[in-house]
DNA sequence: GTCTATACCCGGATAGAC
DNA sequence: GTCTATCCGGGTATAGAC
């Protein structure tokens, strides 16, 4: 249509060869920012890369590996966030108050990965290394619950469940906007999380059911 | 295409007349519950219920404002639900045990409903009957809990509001496939919920920060 | 490993007839 | 209040050239 239409035609056509894989998940991930998990498109990403829409069936059998590839990437950053914010020497209590807020506050701070992981509506079966990418994550709670439910290998299955189910809740309903917008929000619904952990760890008698 | 195309040609082709409205909702509902909230289409609705796709516009300016119409139903279906398996006599906890139960169960046998309403990214400052068909959840849990924090309105709000994000969480992560799938898991989850609510309920003290 | 080109299907939305 | 007809845009995916 154009006269010689460039490959680098486009405002963000910088990518030139041998990573077309990374650079995708790099755009996928702009994108979902932008326009939500919904409103990806492997055409538009392509068009990001500076690629035709053909180019990523090379690297991806389809639209949902590349989404699945995004998700695996978001949960190493969920993990090593969940992790980062604890040290060791803290008493497991405090340690899961920290990773409760460090849940919610991946999911406001890194919302499309957060929803590309839980709202994607991907077929985990699919994709193994999905699973295995969120393993992490249930072993992070379950040693600090370890600590606190020493021996009893039930209450600390139990007790890091509902850790981990009030963490998520409490971040579902915060992007839901159940605690109003911006990072007062993101603060409050971080701390209700955490004190929500203790009060969950104080009662969890009533959990042997 | 064809020699005299019925206006009732197709299966589901039974509508007539003066309730296309209601029509479109539920046909929404069903399409929701086979493709998911993000494969639905007003087009395919149309063609569900017999009309063409032009005429559900003398009803919804667009899209999304039918998806709201079904949004707010199925909150009247959760609050139905919610409020349905208590009785006023029992004490407040076992109350919010059974709304806790009754909140994860909504989310599992009515899936297409719950993820309408969480899921399907409304705009709710444009949709305010949806943000009006929510209130009663809240008050629901509020009024038991009130019972528990007697005077205390502070401390009433937050514990409300964590046993909304228990449950809610709860719910959120069974409809992810992490409690396994079936009517097993449906059963564990609900269980495991309710019993969170007493250890929330418990460990309140941790609650004031 | 990427491009060109294309086949194919679908959705949203509107104008104008009835 | 619904239909017919249509425009317009977009996405997925493949074949074949380079």
Redesign the pocket.
């Known amino acids: 249509?154009f006269a010689t239409?460039s490959?680098r035609s486009g405002k963000a056509g910088r990518?030139?060869?041998?990573?077309?894989?990374a650079a995708l998940v790099d755009a996928t991930i702009k994108l979902i920012a932008e326009h939500g998990v919904r409103g990806?498109?492997?055409?538009?990403?392509?068009?990001r890369v500076?690629?035709?829409?053909?180019?990523p069936?090379?690297?991806f059998?389809?639209?949902?590996e590349l989404l699945a590839a995004v998700a695996v990437r978001a949960l190493e950053v969920f993990v090593a966030m969940v992790a980062g914010d604890t040290t060791d020497t803290d008493p497991p209590a405090q340690r899961l108050a920290a990773m409760t807020r460090a849940y919610v506050r991946f999911a406001a701070e890194q919302r499309p990965l957060f929803e590309t992981v839980f709202h994607a509506g991907l077929d985990k079966s699919r994709y193994p290394d999905l699973k295995r990418a969120y393993e992490p994550v249930d072993a992070l709670f379950l040693s600090a619950v370890n600590e606190i439910c020493e021996g009893d290998a039930a209450a600390a299955d139990a007790l890091a469940a509902v850790l981990e189910a009030n963490a998520h809740g409490h971040a579902a309903l915060l992007l839901d906007g159940e605690y109003g917008e911006g990072s007062d929000a993101v603060r409050a619904a971080a701390d209700q999380a955490a004190r929500a952990s203790q009060a969950l760890i104080d009662g969890r008698n009533a959990l042997h059911g």
Do not use: N, Q
């Not at 990518?15 to 894989?21: M, T």
């Not at 990806?40 to 068009?47: D, N, T, V």
């Not at 500076?50 to 180019?55: I, K, P």
């Open positions: 249509m239409p490959k990518y030139h060869h041998g990573e077309l894989r990806f498109s492997l055409a538009e990403a392509s068009r500076g690629v035709t829409v053909a180019a069936y090379r690297h059998a389809d639209r949902d």
